[in-house]
């Protein structure tokens, strides 16, 4: 859906028709009408021609992220299962999918018991259950699709791996969609706050420090930040997918196809980017021969790094050089946040205001819809940020629930509904989440109790300072810590990075249980985003993104704290106020003010009227 404009270029991919929102609230169809049983039953037949016992089918394309086009979705089109993260393998006579605990209930909706096993990732590791099935066979794998690090448990598992030329699931699905041809686009100096140029001598200062000739970039993410570039390849994250090769002399091998790639593109990127085609990059990896080559082990394809020590390379395993300076936001990034999140904090309490009068006539297709039409009202806004999680009563707790015209229901009065949403900004990347009760009557205690836990954790992980240097997983019990003592938890992370009109998931930070090597760093932006879900009542979630400071607080070292960037009302019905102390009651009563303060004065009267209420004192 993106487009570009005359005059100055900028990038599009919003849907205004209501025809185009319910699509895009739909999983990808089944293609040409086969059963997902034949489907399964083609698959291992181009298995069995291959001598294969087995084959991986992970849910990533060649750039392993979250975020792929519909010629990636292989993951669906074989099992049915639509989430962001999952795993499948096929043997002759058993197949298994994986996923997270965001998408359990998920699974087990959209894939077929009689076909597929289904399983925990963490909690039965695929490993452990592949081994003790395929017997001495190999297990195919595409070296495209899984990164040395990512195939490196199978192995540890005594799993004989076999590479694979020609995958089984692109043999069997016929109709495969082409691959996105969407034009990349220069994201404007004002936007991005520094220059490519400068950008890429930053990454090359840091490949001479290491003594490193070079570091492939397979990240579409960090591709569109060193490069000062945006597209439209793949849902709700402007990406325009391609490879580079940062050189240690500031220069860089970019693998595009040429019609991505417009005049003024071209121009943009200027004579220090050397464009080529996909098809030269082996000829461009065996030229980096005798060379230090950084790579990314876990987030790149492994088909790279085989092709580089093949022609004679040193495959020098490292983290992508550009997911740290990325995700430090600079001055102008900073600022842009505060500026996308204050018009999108109208865009969402208008929408607060209009459900709370809606009197039960909507649904939850309606209701997201009309959020992402108070979005698209304002300045700079491409687009959600993401798929809208718009769950009522029992769909709430089904924490990735993705609305369908199959599943859409009303949203009933005296229920608990939760939506999370976001908004693509020129100038920023949005993510909130608000858990409302619907009324008139008064929320029960149960509800109230667990709602207020939640607000503890996340008014804990609001108000943290700590020392520099510190990772997520330092302040994820913060988090947690009221739920703990009920006997409570909720099964995801508490916060994820977000990138500057780019990924809404973004690393290398996370706040979270598990631990991660990158630590919180000034100009950083997270989300807070503690919840609690009982399946089949309801689910909760507050989730503000927080952009992280220098803390003045004295002492021997640097501290940091955070800067809350989303400004919409808590929803007082939900709070049981005995269950606060008092500086948690402090924090939320100047929260409201600062909403009421920022935001009111750009809503209409009655909109403004209705916010004094929300963020009266408690």
Known sequence: MGRVRQGVKVFCFFFSKKKAFLAYLSPPSDNAGMSHATRLATVRAAMSAQDLAGFLVPRGDEHLGEYVPPSGERLAWLTGFTGSAGLAVVLADAACVWSDGRYVLQLAAQTDPALWERAHLTESPPPAWIAARIGDGALGYDPWLHSEEGLRPFKDAGITLRPVTRNPVDIAWTDRPAPPGAPAVPHALAYAGASSGEKREQIAEALRRAKQD???????????????????????????????????????????????????????????????????????????????????????????????????????????????????????????????????????????????????????????????????????????????????????????????????????????????????????????????????????????????????????????????NVAGVRLDAFARAALWQAGLDYDHGTGHGVGSFLSVHEGPVSISPHLRPATLAEGMILSNEPGYYLPGAYGIRIENLLLVERADV?????????????????????????????????????????????????????????????????
């Open 214 to 468: 070079a570091a492939v970039i397979s990240d579409p993410a960090s591709l569109a930040w060193l490069l000062n570039i945006r597209g439209d390849d793949v849902e709700n994250t402007p990406f325009a997918l391609g490879f580079c090769i940062a050189h240690a002399d500031a220069n860089v091998d970019l693998f595009m196809d040429a019609g991505k790639l417009p005049p003024e593109t071209r121009a943009w990127l200027g004579n220090n980017v050397a464009v080529a085609e996909r098809a030269a990059l082996p000829a461009s990896l065996h030229a980096l021969a005798g060379k230090r080559v950084r790579v990314d082990t876990s987030g790149t394809a492994a088909w790279f790094t085989d092709t580089l020590r093949g022609a004679g390379a040193t495959v020098v395993p490292a983290a992508d050089p550009c997911l740290v300076p990325k995700a430090r936001k600079n001055a102008v990034e900073q600022q842009g946040a505060r500026a996308a999140h204050a018009r999108d904090a109208v865009a969402l309490t208008r929408f607060l205001h209009w459900l709370r009068h809606a009197g039960g006539r909507e649904d939850e297709i309606s209701a997201s819809a009309r959020l992402h039409e108070f979005r698209a009202e304002g300045d700079y806004f491409r687009g959600d940020s993401f798929a809208a999680i718009s769950g009522a009563g029992e769909h709430g707790a089904i924490m990735h629930y993705r609305v369908t015209p199959e599943t859409n229901r009303p949203i009933h009065p005296n229920e608990v509904y939760l939506i999370d949403s976001g908004g693509q900004y020129l100038d920023g990347t949005t993510d909130v989440t608000r858990t409302i009760w619907t009324g008139p009557d008064a929320a029960p205690a149960a509800v109230r109790d667990h709602f207020t836990r939640v607000l503890k954790g996340h008014i804990a992980v609001a108000t943290a300072v700590f020392p520099e």
């Open 554 to 618: 004295g002492g021997e070292k640097p501290f940091l704290r955070f800067e809350t960037l989303t400004l919409a009302p808590v929803d007082r019905a939900l709070i049981e106020p005995a269950l606060l102390r008092a500086d948690e009651i402090a924090w939320l009563n100047g929260y409201h003010a600062r909403v009421l303060r920022e935001v009111g004065p750009a809503l209409p009267a009655d909109t403004r009227a209705w916010l004094a209420e929300a963020c009266a004192p408690l």
